[in-house]
C-alpha cells in the first residue's frame, strides 16, 4: 500500500512519520519552497523525507500536466494532504485508487477555510480539533472519514492549539489511516447547513480597533500571538506590536478606547467595554523576546490608535 503525501511544516513532518511508523510506503512527498519573507518556526519535511530517500518535489503549480502524469506513474492507493498550501486540482484527486484525503485544522463543517486555528482562537472558542476527510472540488466539504477534538483553554494562543491539533492529528491519522487502506473508514457527509468559511489572514488583519470589548481584543492577541505576526496599535505614532495582554477591570468613569487608565510596567488601556493590561510589547519588526520598557514609554492619559 502506497500514500502520496502532500504537506507542509510540522503537520506535514507529523502525517509522515505516523505514515513511516505505520509501515506504509510513501513513494514521493510534494511540499513548497520555504518564503524568505515568512517566519520559519516549524521543521521542514523536505528535510525529513530527504534524509529517509523519499523523492521530494516543490512545484509552484503541481496541477500542472506533467506533474499529474507523474502522480499517475506513481500509482498511489491513497493521497493525503496536510497543510499543503495550494488546492489540489481534480485530476489529481482521481488518481489515486482508494481515496484522496485531507487533514483539516478544525472540528468541520465549521471553520473551512484558511488559518482555521487562528480564527478559532479570535472568537474565544473552546473547543477545537481536527479532522481527516475525503477531498472534494470545494475547499473542506468532502465527507469525514474521522475528527478529533481537543480543549482550548482561555489563555491558549493559536500555537498552542496547533499542538494541541498536532498531537491529535498524529492519533486520528494512527487510527484511520490502517482503516482507510483496508476499506474499513468511516464515510459521512457533511451537514452544510453547519459550515461556517473564513478566508486566509494578513499582517495587517492583527490592528487592533480599541472601540472593541477587551475580551475580543485579548483574542485577537492571542490569535497573531509569537510566532504569528502580532496584534498591534500606534502611539504617537509608533507602531507598537501587543505580543501579551490581559483583560482588566476598567476604572470607574468613562475614557475614549485607547486611553491609557494606569501607568507602570504593564499598563491598563481603556476598551469599547472593559480594559486592557499590556504585558509585552515591542518595537514593529522586534519579538516578544525584546520587550519595551512600558514604565518609562507610557503615561496615563496618553492614547493608543
Known sequence: MSVVLFGYGDMGR?????????????????????????????????????????PVFAPEDVNRPE????????????????????????????LPRIAALNLHGSLLPRYRGRCPVNWQILHGEREGGVTLHHMVRQADAGDIVGQRAVPIA??????????????AAAE?????????????????PQDSSRATYFGGRRPEDGRIDWSWPARRIYNLVRAVAWP???AFGFLRGRRLIVWWAEPAPA????????TVLEGGAAPVVAAGEGALRLVTVSEAGAGPDTPLDLAALVRPGDRFE
Open 14 to 54: 507529523t502525517a509522515y512519520r505516523v505514515l513511516r511508523g505505520l509501515g506504509v510506503s510513501v513513494p514521493a512527498v510534494f511540499t513548497h519552497r520555504d518564503d524568505p519573507g515568512e517566519t520559519r518556526w516549524f521543521g521542514s519535511l523536505a528535510e525529513l523525507a530527504d534524509g529517509d530517500g523519499v
Open 67 to 94: 506533474w499529474v502524469a507523474q502522480i499517475r506513474d506513481l500509482a498511489p492507493d491513497v493521497i493525503l494532504s496536510c497543510y499543503y498550501r495550494r488546492m489540489i486540482g481534480e485530476e489529481i484527486l482521481r
Open 154 to 167: 482561555e489563555t491558549d494562543t493559536a500555537l498552542d492549539l496547533f499542538r494541541k491539533c498536532e498531537q
Open 172 to 188: 486520528l491519522l494512527r487510527e484511520m489511516i490502517p482503516r482507510v487502506l483496508d476499506g474499513t473508514a468511516p464515510r459521512v
Open 228 to 230: 504569528y505576526p502580532g
Open 251 to 258: 476604572a470607574p468613569g468613562p475614557a475614549p478606547p485607547g
